[in-house]
T-cell receptor, first 114, second 110 residues
Framework: DTEVTQTPKHLVMGMTNKKSLKCEQH?????MYWYKQKAKKPPELMFV???????INESVPSRFSPECPNSSLLNLHLHALQPEDSALYLC?????????????FGPGTRLTVL | KNEVEQSPQNLTAQEGEFITINCSYS?????LHWLQQHPGGGIVSLFM???GKKKHGRLIATINIQEKHSSLHITASHPRDSAVYIC????????????FGSGTQLTVLP
């Protein structure tokens, strides 16, 4: 199984809502990533978890809160988002999180903030 | 100057043409990745290279470490190859990050 799944596929939320994005992989990977991608731009790294510990936070605003409950699951909790946060949110995983690892990407969650 | 430069930004080809997308980088790398992103979002890893050349079906990727340059070739292009192709490098100085190029939008016309 080389699949990374993400739910939901689409999410529309208001600026006062609280929602969560979910990512799951069963490849035994120990590194998991959240990326944000705006239209016609490459993905921007947000967070990296390595062995269930947050190892990289790319100065992401606190209205985005990641969580890694176990080695297969990665959540992104959203609260008080702004319209400019509307984007495609991609999850990825890799074996141990080195630059030479192949990252496997999920299909993404397309988020619209009204 | 971006650490990873791709060219061209946009490419339109007729079905059957041979296509080349280029990637240059300025940092020391542990590996270079070619990724494909179709409309709708999902990203697929096509190749990971640290030296030489790899081939998968109609796709060929090469890397020249001395010149810090990689190319992705598509032979006998087909409309289903239409996608954004992204070059990304895993730098040798940074354990867990990929640095992405800006992507090449490829359109193959029937």
């Amino acid at each position: 199984d080389t699949e990374v799944t993400q739910t939901p596929k689409h999410l529309v939320m208001g600026m006062t809502n609280k929602k969560s994005l979910k990512c799951e992989q069963h490849m035994g990977h120990r590194a998991m990533y959240w990326y944000k991608q705006k239209a016609k731009k490459p993905p921007e790294l947000m967070f990296v978890y390595s062995y269930e510990k947050l190892s990289i936070n790319e100065s992401v605003p606190s209205r985005f809160s990641p969580e890694c409950p176990n080695s297969s699951l990665l959540n992104l909790h959203l609260h008080a988002l702004q319209p400019e946060d509307s984007a495609l949110y991609l999850c990825a995983s890799s074996q141990v999180g080195l630059g030479a690892d192949t990252q496997y990407f999920g299909p993404g969650t397309r988020l619209t903030v009204l | 100057k971006n650490e990873v430069e791709q060219s061209p930004q946009n490419l339109t080809a007729q079905e059957g043409e041979f296509i080349t997308i280029n990637c240059s980088y300025s940092v020391g790398i542990s590996a270079l990745h070619w990724l494909q992103q179709h409309p709708g979002g999902g990203i697929v890893s096509l190749f990971m290279l640290s030296s030489g050349k790899k081939k998968h079906g109609r796709l060929i990727a090469t890397i020249n470490i001395q010149e810090k340059h990689s190319s992705l070739h598509i032979t006998a292009s087909h409309p289903r190859d239409s996608a954004v192709y992204i070059c990304a490098v895993g730098s040798s100085g940074s354990a867990r990050q990929l640095t992405f190029g800006s992507g090449t939008q490829l359109t193959v016309l029937p």
